[in-house]
């Protein structure tokens, strides 16, 4: 795997960044945001080769709901 840019060179945060993190940090994240969240990544994890679409893992975590 080729190296990615942001794990080659240092950043320092700006202040700008900081303040944004720390004005979020207390929140809490809505159900709606973590689902989109979770399509995102199965979505990012497909594979380059896949036939899958954001639309098709959105349709199957509509249907698929796992109980605790």
Do not use: C
């Not at 320092?12 to 990544?41: G, H, V």
């Not at 639309?55 to 249907?63: C, F, K, L, T």
Request: net charge negative.
């Amino acid at each position: 795997m080729a190296d990615r840019k942001q794990f080659v060179e240092k950043y320092e945060p700006t202040i700008e960044l900081i303040e944004a993190l720390a004005a979020d940090k207390d929140r809490e994240i809505t159900e709606e945001e973590l689902a989109i969240q979770r399509i995102s990544f199965a979505y990012g994890n497909a594979g380059e080769n896949s036939q899958i679409t954001k639309d098709s893992m959105q349709q199957a975590a509509s249907r698929s709901r796992l109980s605790a």
